[in-house]
């Protein structure tokens, strides 16, 4: 799978310093950073343990980045898997992609139902679709045991609505959280763990900086959503698990917390969340 034609040209952000306590990437897509081949994935993850980034999550959004993810996942100890139809494609969420997904959710190294949700930013599929293919990945979450992975995009309402009316899973993870602080708090009345990517670096994101302030610690992970959102000051350039350890520390600052604190509890609750250790 080639990398994003979008990202292709663009350069990596220098590697960073490396973090005092390791920390795992709870949300990548190592197929569209390039990382496509045991080789490439196992020099990415090498570049991001360098720098502290013991472990990460790669996630699935299409049938074929689905099967990929799966195989990935077996070629390194501390990578792990996501697999769904993401809510732009859920008009694609036919009787065989169904099934086909419910058999791939089923490895062992599948830590997650995702990424699902809703997204009404994008001109994609109807919102009713979506709707009904969220709740399909609820149910499937459910039946499964598994943590439910969230896509939201200027969806927030309409998301928490279908997650009371399906009923949640037992554990739900708003990847790449965008809200403000209202949503947080009703994310966090609710359980959800929120994860935080790039933008919470970018300087003019102030609404989810003052969110990520006000999520309790316990519920806080951090991810990298690459290849897009390169945190601040590489904005633009393409992600990868490497650049982790930028958006670790603005968040450490936005907390006013230490960089250690942030680190092992971040680790604690990917590792709680997902079933996973990683970290001896």
Same mark, same amino acid.
């Given at each position: 799978?080639?990398?994003?034609?979008?990202?292709?040209?663009?350069?990596?952000?220098?590697?960073?310093?490396?973090?005092?306590?390791?920390?795992?990437?709870? =949300?990548? @897509? &190592?197929? %569209?950073?390039? !990382?496509?081949? #045991?080789?490439?994935?196992?020099?990415?993850?090498? *570049? +991001?343990?360098?720098?502290?980034?013991?472990?990460?999550?790669?996630?699935?959004?299409?049938?074929?980045?689905?099967?990929?993810?799966?195989?990935?996942?077996?070629? =390194?100890? @501390? &990578?792990? %898997?996501?697999? !769904?139809?993401? #809510?732009?494609?859920?008009?694609?969420?036919?009787? *065989? +992609?169904?099934?086909e997904i419910e058999t791939l959710a089923a490895d062992a190294k599948v830590v997650a139902i995702g990424e699902t949700g809703l997204d009404f930013f994008w001109d994609a599929a109807p919102h009713d679709v979506q709707k009904e293919a969220f709740a399909w990945h609820i149910d499937l979450a459910k039946r499964l045991g598994k943590p439910l992975m969230i896509h939201d995009?200027?969806?927030?309402?309409?998301?928490?609505?279908?997650?009371?009316?399906?009923?949640?899973?037992?554990?739900?993870?708003?990847?790449?959280?965008?809200?403000?602080?209202?949503?947080?708090?009703?994310?966090?009345?609710?359980?959800?763990?929120?994860?935080?990517?790039?933008?919470?670096?970018?300087?003019?994101?102030?609404?989810?900086?003052?969110?990520?302030?006000?999520?309790?610690?316990?519920?806080?992970?951090?991810?990298?959503?690459?290849?897009?959102?390169?945190?601040?000051?590489?904005?633009?350039?393409?992600?990868?698990?490497?650049?982790?350890?930028?958006?670790?520390?603005?968040?450490?600052?936005?907390?006013?917390?230490?960089?250690?604190?942030?680190?092992?509890?971040?680790?604690?609750?990917?590792?709680?969340?997902?079933?996973?250790?990683?970290?001896?």
């Amino acid at each position: 799978m080639p990398i994003h034609p979008a990202v292709a040209a663009k350069e990596l952000p220098p590697e960073p310093e490396p973090l005092p306590l390791p920390v795992i990437d709870a =949300h990548t @897509h &190592l197929d %569209a950073c390039g !990382a496509d081949t #045991p080789d490439a994935v196992a020099n990415a993850m090498r *570049r +991001a343990a360098g720098v502290g980034v013991a472990g990460a999550v790669t996630v699935g959004d299409d049938m074929e980045s689905c099967r990929w993810v799966v195989r990935a996942a077996g070629w =390194h100890q @501390h &990578l792990f %898997a996501a697999v !769904a139809m993401h #809510p732009t494609r859920a008009d694609t969420l036919d009787e *065989r +992609a169904r099934r086909e997904i419910e058999t791939l959710a089923a490895d062992a190294k599948v830590v997650a139902i995702g990424e699902t949700g809703l997204d009404f930013f994008w001109d994609a599929a109807p919102h009713d679709v979506q709707k009904e293919a969220f709740a399909w990945h609820i149910d499937l979450a459910k039946r499964l045991g598994k943590p439910l992975m969230i896509h939201d995009r200027q969806a927030h309402q309409p998301i928490l609505d279908v997650l009371r009316g399906e009923g949640a899973p037992e554990t739900v993870v708003f990847h790449c959280f965008s809200g403000d602080v209202d949503v947080a708090r009703d994310c966090a009345d609710a359980g959800y763990v929120m994860s935080f990517a790039g933008p919470v670096s970018f300087t003019n994101a102030q609404d989810l900086a003052q969110a990520a302030a006000v999520v309790p610690l316990d519920l806080v992970m951090v991810e990298t959503d690459a290849p897009f959102l390169t945190p601040h000051p590489f904005r633009g350039r393409r992600n990868e698990p490497l650049a982790l350890p930028y958006t670790v520390r603005a968040l450490a600052q936005i907390r006013q917390i230490s960089v250690e604190e942030l680190c092992r509890a971040v680790t604690i609750n990917t590792e709680r969340t997902y079933g996973i250790s990683v970290i001896n």
